[in-house]
Each structure stands twice: as C-alpha cells, then as structure tokens.
C-alpha cells in the first residue's frame, strides 16, 4: 500500500509561485501515474495534472496549463507540481495520488486514481 505525503503549500500573493511536493512511501513510483487534484470550498475535487510512471507523458487541465509543472524523481519517489503565475481562483486544497490513468488523458477522473495524501493548502491573495 502506497502512502502519499504532500507539502510546499501556503499563503501567495497573485502572480506569486509555490512549489508542491508529494513523498511517497511503498512501491516504486515507476509503476503507476502520479496525479495532482484540488478541492476549492464549496466545489468538487478536480484533476489538475497527472503524469505517468515513467514519467514521458503529461496532462494539465486546461485551467493551469502554461503556468503549472508537473515532475518526479522516482528514484526519490517524490513528485512536484510547480505552480506559476498563480491566481486567487488557483486557492484550494492540493491532493496528490497515485493511479493508473490511460494517456493521452482528455479528462482526469478521481476514479482512475486509489491512493490519496492528506493535502495541502495553496492560498492565493488578490
């Protein structure tokens, strides 16, 4: 059983940037896709960006592309999402997990995905 640990959330002025990080514990991050989603309150959890086990393939929902950037080392088993350019609608808590998405992914489902970290909070001021 993988277990997901994310940090590097905070309090960030618009325009401002963050740097999120997940460490997971267990199997080797090679074999399965590594996926950020975020909850807003009041709203549902969404896919942000996912990339696979090998890490050649990425997805970014159209909302963060240009501006966020998705990567792993798997040999430290550590996956970051680097988070540019950010906007008071970016402000939400962050979930990494761990699935087994099919790319070229169009949408990303919270179904494909089994194991979650706790999260983390990405406030975005104005």
């Known amino acids: 059983q993988v277990q997901l640990v994310e940090s590097g959330g905070g309090l960030v002025q618009a325009g401002g940037s963050l740097r999120l990080s997940c460490a997971a514990s267990g199997r080797t991050l090679s074999s399965y896709a590594m996926g950020w989603f975020r909850q807003a309150p009041g709203k549902e959890r969404e896919g942000v960006s996912c990339?696979?086990?090998?890490?050649?393939?990425?997805y970014y929902a159209d909302s963060v592309k240009g501006r966020f950037t998705i990567s792993k080392d798997n040999a430290k088993k550590m996956v970051y999402l680097e988070m540019n350019g950010l906007k008071p609608e970016d402000t939400a808590v962050y979930y990494c997990a761990t699935g087994w998405p099919r790319f070229p992914i169009s949408k990303l489902e919270r179904s494909d995905f089994a194991a979650w970290g706790q999260g983390t909070q990405v406030t975005v001021s104005s």
């Open positions: 990339i696979s086990g090998s890490g050649g393939s990425t």
